[in-house]
C-alpha cells in the first residue's frame, strides 16, 4: 500500500534533506562541515553574477551561519581540492569522486563534437594546438594563452576562438577545470589534474547513483525533480527510479495536491528521509539553490512562484535584479534584492517582499539574517530601500537595531 504524505510533512522532508535541521553553534563553520554539506547536496551550481556574493557560496551561508569563504576556497581550487568543476545541474562544482559518474555526459558531448560539421571539427587544428599548449605549459587561463585565435568575437559572450575550444573541450573531458582565478577557469588536461587514472562508469550504474543521490538530497520528489537535479532527461531516469525501488532505496508515496494537468503526480521518498515534525529554519537563499532552483518544486513545495529577474528590463522588473527568497520555519515566506555596495560598506536591500499569509514577524525575523549577511560581507551597515511590501517594516526594524 502507497503511503500517504501530507503537503506539510513532505515540505519538511524536503528542507530536512537540504540541511535545515541542524543547530548552529554559533562558531563559524570549518572545512569539515563545508566538505559534508557539499557531500549532501552533491553540487554548488556556479554562477557569475556577483552583485551581492557568487551564488556557489550561498547554500554554505544559509545552512552554516556565516563562515571563512576561503576555506571553500581551497576546497573547491587546486589539484589537491575536494571539488572539481563540471556541467551537473549547470557548471557546478562536484566532489571529485562525483568525475566518473559524468562520463555518459562527456561521451555525448565527444560524439556531438565529433560530427563533421560540428563547431570543435572545423577547428580541429586549434584544439589540436591548445592540447598540446597544455600538455607543454600545464594549466592556464584562456587570456594568458598567446595566439592569434585568442580575440574576443561578438558571438558566444564575446569569447575569443581559443576560449570557445577550450569550453566545449573541457565538456568533452578533453580539458578539465580544477581551479579559478579571478572567477576565469584555470584549464588543465585530466592526467596533470587527476592523480591516477579515474575510469568512467557505465552510464546506467552512473544515472543510477546520480538518481540515487538526488533523492537523498531532495528527500522526497518526482521523476521531474529526480531528472532535473542534475540535468537529465526523465527518460533516462526511470530505469534507475524502478531498481531504486525494487531495492527499496526509493518507496513510492502520494501526496494530495501534487498534481500535473488534473492527474496526481507519483513521488518516492528516500528510504533515509528524516521525517521531521518540526522545521524551524531561517535563511536567504541564492536563486540557484538546490532547494528553489527547479521552479516547478518550488510551487509545488511552498505555493511560491519565483523567476530570477537579472535578464529582465529594468522597468518590467516585479521583484528587483537579485532577489533571493527568505524561509522562515519550513516556508518560504519572501524575497529581498540585496546589493553588496562594498565602496561604501553597505548592504543595500534594494528590495523587500512578503507573501501573503507571513507570519507577523517576518521583518523582524530577517533583521538578523541581513546583519549575518551584512558582516560576512565585511559591511557595516544596511540600508533599505523603499520598494516592495515589506520595505517599511523592515526598515523600521533595522533601525530599531542600529
Not at 565527444?110 to 560540428?118: K, M, T, V
Amino acid at each position: 500500500m502507497t503511503d500517504t504524505v501530507s503537503p506539510a510533512l513532505a515540505r519538511r522532508i524536503a528542507l530536512a534533506a537540504q540541511g535545515f535541521t541542524n543547530t548552529r553553534s554559533g562558531a563559524a563553520p570549518g572545512t569539515r562541515a563545508l566538505r559534508a554539506l557539499v557531500d549532501r547536496l552533491g553540487l554548488l551550481q556556479i554562477d557569475s553574477v556577483n552583485v551581492f556574493e557568487r551564488s556557489h557560496y550561498l547554500p554554505a551561508l544559509s545552512r552554516l551561519g556565516g563562515y571563512e569563504r576561503t576555506a571553500l576556497d581551497r576546497l573547491a581550487h587546486g589539484k589537491r581540492g575536494r571539488f572539481v568543476e563540471y556541467w551537473a545541474h549547470q557548471a557546478a562544482f562536484v566532489p571529485r569522486e562525483s568525475w566518473p559518474l559524468f562520463g555518459f555526459r562527456r561521451k555525448a558531448y565527444l560524439h556531438e563534437s565529433a560530427q563533421p560539421d560540428s563547431w570543435l571539427s572545423t577547428h580541429r587544428d586549434l584544439a589540436d594546438w591548445l592540447l598540446a599548449e597544455l600538455r607543454d605549459q600545464g594549466p592556464l587561463r584562456a587570456g594568458v594563452i598567446e595566439h592569434d585565435a585568442n580575440r574576443s568575437r561578438g558571438s558566444w559572450w564575446g569569447w575569443s576562438d581559443v576560449k570557445l575550444a577550450l569550453e566545449l573541450m573541457w565538456r568533452t573531458g578533453q580539458v578539465v577545470c580544477t581551479e579559478r582565478v579571478r572567477f576565469e577557469r584555470v584549464y588543465s588536461l585530466p592526467e596533470h589534474a587527476f592523480d591516477g587514472d579515474i575510469g568512467d562508469l557505465p552510464e546506467d550504474e552512473a544515472i543510477r547513483r546520480l538518481v540515487a543521490h538526488a533523492a537523498s538530497a531532495l528527500g522526497i520528489a518526482t521523476e521531474a525533480d529526480l531528472a532535473d537535479y542534475y540535468r537529465m532527461k526523465r527518460t533516462q531516469v526511470r530505469g534507475a527510479i524502478r531498481d531504486l525501488e525494487d531495492e527499496a532505496i526509493l518507496r513510492p508515496v502520494r501526496v494530495p495536491g501534487w498534481e500535473s494537468n488534473g492527474r496526481e503526480t507519483p513521488a518516492w521518498v528516500h528510504h533515509r528521509a528524516r521525517r521531521p515534525r518540526r522545521i524551524d529554519a531561517a535563511a536567504i537563499l541564492s536563486p540557484f539553490d538546490p532547494t528553489v532552483w527547479f521552479r516547478p518544486r518550488t510551487e509545488r513545495l511552498f505555493d511560491f512562484h519565483y523567476r530570477i529577474e537579472i535578464y529582465t528590463p529594468a522597468h518590467k522588473r516585479k521583484f528587483g535584479y537579485y532577489s533571493l527568497p527568505v524561509l522562515l520555519g519550513d516556508q518560504v515566506v519572501g524575497r529581498v534584492d540585496l546589493k553588496s555596495d562594498r565602496q561604501r560598506r553597505t548592504l543595500r536591500v534594494q528590495s523587500a517582499w512578503q507573501e501573503a499569509g507571513a507570519p507577523d514577524d517576518t521583518a523582524q525575523r530577517l533583521v538578523p539574517l541581513l546583519r549575518e549577511a551584512a558582516d560576512w560581507q565585511g559591511l557595516t551597515d544596511i540600508h533599505v530601500g523603499e520598494w516592495g511590501n515589506l520595505a517599511a517594516p523592515l526598515r523600521a526594524q533595522v533601525r530599531r537595531v542600529a
